[in-house]
C-alpha cells in the first residue's frame, strides 16, 4: 500500500478552530532556530584550519579531507533523514541529530590524531547536521503550508546564514584570543540548548493539533507511518535518477555547494589570512555575508511564488560565476570599498539557489520532492566535500587560492547553462513505497 493510500483510509479527527495566527508559522519560528543551532558547527571549519594545522601540525589537505567528510555526510544523510521523519517524525529524527552534534563536537576538544577528527568533526557531526539540512526545512514546508511555500522555504533557508551571522564573529573572537577548543564546546552546547524547544513545540502534522495545512481548502488527515525509510530512500532515488531533470538539479546543486560551503565558507578566512587579513576581520566578513544571505535567500523565496524558477537559477549562478573571478584581486590586509561590495553582492547570491531548486522538484516529483530534494542536496555536499579538499591541496601545492577562485567562476557559468535547459512539467511520477 502506498503512503497516499494509508492516508486515505484514516478517520480526519473534528478539526479545530481557526486562530488569528496559524500553528504553521509557530513550526516554522521552531524550525528556524533549529537551523540556527546546527548552523554553529557550520561556522568553525574555517576557522579551525590554521590553529589546527599550528597545533597538531596537520597539512591543509587533511584538515580539508576532515572538512570533505563533514559536507559530504551532511549531503548524504539529508534523504535518508527525510525518510525516517516520514518513519519517526519530525521530532525525534532532529532532537538524536542536534545530540550527535553535541557530542561530536565536545570530543574533538579530546582529540590527538587526525583520524579523531573524521571520526568526531568528519562522521558525528556530518551526520547530524546532515539530519538537519534543508531536506528538513523542505518536509516542514511541505507538511505545513500550501500557501506561501516558496517564503517559507527562502526564511528556513536563510537560517543558516543567520547562524552564521549570530556565530561567526563570536567564535572567531574565541579562536584568536583563546583556543579552539572553548569554540567547539560553545558549538555543542548551542545545539544541547535548541533539543528542549525541538521536543515541546514541533510537531510532526498539522492533523496532530486538529489543524490543516496553511492555506489549505480541506483538511489533511496524518498519514501512516511509511515503513523502511532506508529501501523508500533508495527506491526514490533510482526512480528519479532515470530522469535527465533529476541529473540538471543534481549538477548544478553540485556547482552550488563547490561555489558556496565547499570554497568560500571553508577557505574564505585562510585565504584572507594569506594576504594579511586579521582572522577576526575575514570571519567579520563571513558574518556580513550571512546579513545579506538572509535578505536575498527570503527575497528569493518571494521570487519563486512569482517567477519562474529556471530562469532564477540561471541568473544567480551568472551573477555567482562573476562576482568569484574578481576575487583574487579584492583580497588585501585591510577591508576597502571593493572588497565591501563584494561581500553584499556575493551574500544576496549565496543560497538563493534553494528556493528555486526545491520549487522544481515539487513541481517534478510530487509527493516524493523532500526526498529526491534530499539527494539534490548530497550532490551540493559532495561537490563542497571536493572542493574543500582540492582547496585545501591546491593551497599546499601552489601556495595560493587563486586558480581554486576562477574554476569555481567557470562551473558556474556551466551550472547557468545547465539551468535553462531543465524541463517544464512533472516527470514520470516518482511513487512512495510503503
Not at 15 to 42: D, L, M, Q, S
Not at 262 to 268: I, R, W, Y
Not at 316 to 322: I, P
Not at 374 to 399: E, N, P
Request: aromatic residues 10%.
Amino acid at each position: 500500500m502506498t503512503q497516499t493510500t494509508a492516508a486515505a483510509g484514516r478517520t480526519a479527527p473534528p478539526e479545530k478552530p481557526p486562530t488569528r495566527i496559524h500553528r504553521a508559522w509557530f513550526v516554522a519560528a521552531v524550525t528556524f532556530v533549529t537551523i540556527i543551532g546546527a548552523a554553529a558547527f557550520r561556522s568553525l571549519p574555517g576557522l579551525l584550519i590554521d590553529p589546527l594545522h599550528e597545533d597538531f601540525g596537520w597539512s591543509r589537505a587533511t584538515i580539508g579531507a576532515a572538512v570533505s567528510v563533514n559536507l559530504a555526510l551532511y549531503g548524504l544523510t539529508a534523504p535518508f533523514a527525510a525518510a525516517l521523519m516520514d518513519r519517526f517524525g519530525i521530532r525525534r529524527v532532529v532532537a538524536i541529530a542536534l545530540t550527535l552534534i553535541a557530542v561530536g563536537s565536545g570530543l574533538t576538544v579530546w582529540m590527538t590524531a587526525a583520524w579523531q577528527l573524521m571520526l568526531y568533526w568528519g562522521l558525528l557531526v556530518g551526520m547530524g547536521s546532515g539530519s538537519m539540512a534543508l531536506a528538513f526545512a523542505a518536509t516542514v514546508t511541505n507538511r505545513w503550508f500550501t500557501e506561501r511555500r516558496g517564503l517559507v522555504t527562502g526564511i528556513l533557508t536563510a537560517a543558516s546564514a543567520s547562524g552564521q551571522l549570530i556565530f561567526l564573529p563570536m567564535l572567531s573572537w574565541m579562536v584568536e584570543k583563546h583556543d579552539w577548543r572553548p569554540a567547539a564546546i560553545t558549538v555543542a552546547l548551542a545545539a544541547l540548548a535548541v533539543v528542549p524547544f525541538v521536543w515541546l513545540l514541533l510537531r510532526d502534522h498539522p492533523a496532530d493539533v486538529g489543524l490543516r495545512p496553511y492555506g489549505a481548502k480541506e483538511f489533511v488527515p496524518k498519514p501512516e507511518p511509511v515503513q523502511g525509510a532506508a529501501r523508500r530512500t533508495v527506491t526514490v532515488l533510482t526512480r528519479a535518477a532515470r530522469t535527465g531533470t533529476f541529473w540538471l538539479l543534481a549538477g548544478t546543486f553540485a556547482i552550488c555547494g563547490a561555489s558556496t560551503n565547499g570554497l568560500v565558507q571553508t577557505h574564505f578566512v585562510p585565504a584572507a589570512h594569506d594576504h594579511g587579513m586579521p582572522v577576526t576581520s575575514a570571519a567579520s566578513l563571513l558574518a556580513v555575508i550571512g546579513v545579506f544571505d538572509v535578505v536575498g535567500t527570503v527575497a528569493s523565496g518571494w521570487f519563486t511564488d512569482r517567477f519562474e524558477p529556471r530562469r532564477l537559477l540561471a541568473v544567480y549562478y551568472a551573477l555567482r560565476g562573476v562576482s568569484l573571478l574578481f576575487l583574487p584581486m579584492l583580497l588585501a590586509p585591510s577591508i576597502h570599498p571593493p572588497m565591501l561590495f563584494f561581500i553584499v553582492f556575493y551574500g544576496l547570491d549565496w543560497v538563493a539557489t534553494v528556493p528555486p531548486t526545491i520549487a522544481l522538484c515539487r513541481e517534478q516529483y510530487g509527493d516524493d520532492s523532500a526526498i529526491v530534494f534530499g539527494w539534490v542536496l548530497a550532490s551540493h555536499q559532495v561537490g563542497a566535500a571536493l572542493i574543500a579538499f582540492l582547496g585545501g591541496a591546491a593551497r599546499d601545492a601552489f601556495g595560493s587560492y587563486d586558480m581554486v577562485w576562477y574554476a569555481s567562476g567557470a562551473l558556474c557559468a556551466v551550472a547557468a547553462l545547465m539551468a535553462l535547459v531543465i524541463r517544464r512539467g512533472p516527470t514520470v511520477p516518482v511513487l512512495a513505497v510503503a
